[in-house]
């Protein structure tokens, strides 16, 4: 098989019925000047010739409308008028598909998928049977999607990139099949704490793994140091995947890694994760926002000073506030609470190890919750979680686990 490069090149498309208009885009898409040979069109042909995407000359197919053609695909649902198509095109030497007749003309369309720089075509050797190439097509389709096939370059290019990778809360199926494409195709991985992912079948023996691993108090690499690191692998034609729990841009430092990559003249591309600050919640039956409970979410880093902004969210009973990062900020959060006047009834629920086997569910109130955690050994990573959805019992979906408090 070949593959043509058809971009500026005239292909001429005899027929404008349904094939016409599953096939168009496809042309177009490789860059072909197109004609339509046909008296008549269906309705999505009409809209490309609306759009000026596509030239129309409207009537029956003759001989000298396939001057100046480098490729004709006959689609007339006409098997006389496919042939006779097909036979021009063989004395003028120009490769022409046709399928009305059941075997292949002197070219032929693949089944096509794509991922990333990657392109798949499907034919068969035997009979056209489009059904089955398509599904051919589709399987491949989804095993390149999600990085499951061996998709990385062995040849460097001159120019890397970095991609900022949301993992996710942690299970492997729990991350996006993008972000696992990517991590498929990455030469290097720069991550906080690899965690599943060290174990994906699409990782190659030679791809070189960093860890920046940072835990609260210890910053093993300072973020400058990361943001150097990125950029010198790009430039040196490496395809980086910068591999972050949960979402990149949630407490991620993201933005400032994707603004320095950018600034350096980097190409990148984000791919979202699902952010802790929902889904730990999730995990233990714990909906963020549910009507008629919390209209409202309100996010907040612990390390952070209390703001008035967070004060307002944790005193509103409609609102449920999501803290990250905020077991040892446990005790200055409760006592700012007190003082500020807000109800110490609140329900609390903390959930350490959100989506792992050691999940485990504190629930308490947010007079409590800092001697409660002190007295379960409450420890990071955790999410803590202040509202009406917090209360035990909302949900009946998530069972409770052994480890769980209540108190
Ligand atoms: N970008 C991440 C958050 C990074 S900040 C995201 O979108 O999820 C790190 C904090 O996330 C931890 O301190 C903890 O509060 C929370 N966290 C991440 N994974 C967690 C998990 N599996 N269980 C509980 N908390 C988690």
Redo the contacts with the bound molecule.
Sequence with gaps: MLGLNLTGRKVVFVGGGAVASRRLPRLLDDGALVTVVAPEVGDDVHELIRAGRVEWTARAVREDDLDGAWFVHCATADRRTDALVSAWCENRRIFCVNTSDGAHGSARLTAETRAGDIVVGVVSDAGVDPRRTARLRDAIGAQLADGTLPVRRRRRTATGRVDLV?GG??PIDLMTVRGRRLLAEADVIVADRLGPADALPELDDEVEIIDVGKR?GHHPVPQHEINELLIAHARRGRRVVRL?????F???RGGEELAACQAAGIPTEVVP?I???IA?PQAAGIPVTHRGVSAGLHLVN?QADVSPTTLAALADDAVTTV?????AALPKLAAATRAAGVPADRPVAI??????PQ?RTTRTTLGRMAQDAADAGVR????IVVGEVARAGLLMAEPERAGDVRR
């Design positions: 949301g809360p942690g609260p972050k729990g949960g979402d990149p949630v407490y991620g994760g952010t802790s600050a730990v612990g803290v990250l990062m905020g077991v959930v350490e190890r959100g989506h792992t999940q990071n990573p955790a999410v």
